[in-house]
């Protein structure tokens, strides 16, 4: 028996009204998706090619071995008691425990664990979504941008005499091929070692190396709302990021 013209047509009203709202919900679902992928910064692992210091990626192509190969031994006391560290691994513990220093160390059995929280922060890093300045620029925008004011006391540049160009910053000579920047006599530069997304906004962060006469001291370079750019310590943000710690 064949359906009657009426019924027919009804049916095609249901079929084109379902249709429709499948449509319109699909409609919705990409929309969504594609403003949840604008808002939230995408979770890309940051790529070899982002680490500029060969030794730095050596060493994260090891992590395994780079985490727990043995370095200065020596003892801190912790809420916990006393914890012997011999290893980035514990050292990375260690400061998870609010131990920031082991006082009484001499500053070269320290200075064997001060890439340790760099480690951990490359390791965790995304690749940014912007950018401070193209590669060919990026050691010159952040010898303009740097405030010297957030460094570490004793690892800021020496100021040059007080002029009409730069009356209140220091002269930087900027070696682009090689991602480092120095002082005018050269006892202080600073070497880009690293970009990446380290706090997990997206946005591009620095890790750089300090080196003073003999001394060296590692940092993350981040930019502030006004765009200048602050430093702070990789302990800190190790400690104070929300990605899973991964130490071996």
Known sequence: MFMNGPERSDETRTFLFLAGIAAAGLAVAIGFHLIWGALIPRNDPLPKAAIFDPALRVALTEYGTSVTETRAVFTASTPQGTRTVSNCSDYMKL??????????????????????????????????????????????????????????????????????????????????????????????????????????????????????????????LSARPNGSLAASSPESLAMTTTLPVRLR
């Not at 120095?182 to 591009?204: C, P, V, Y």
């Open 95 to 220: 400061l998870d425990q609010g131990v920031r220093a082991a006082p009484g160390e001499p500053d070269e059995v320290l200075d064997t664990y001060r890439n340790c929280p760099l480690l951990f922060l490359l390791r965790q890093a995304r690749q940014p979504v912007t950018y401070l300045a193209p590669l060919s620029h990026l050691a010159g925008t952040i010898a303009e941008r740097l405030d010297i004011g957030t460094l570490p006391a004793e690892f800021r540049p020496p100021l040059s005499a007080k002029d009409d160009e730069s009356p209140f910053r220091p002269r930087f000579v900027v070696d682009e091929e090689n991602l480092r920047f120095s002082s005018a006599d050269n006892s202080w530069s600073m070497t880009i070692l690293a970009s990446g997304s380290f706090s997990g906004n997206g946005r591009e962060d620095i890790a750089a190396r300090i080196d003073r006469g003999q001394s060296r001291r590692y940092v993350i």
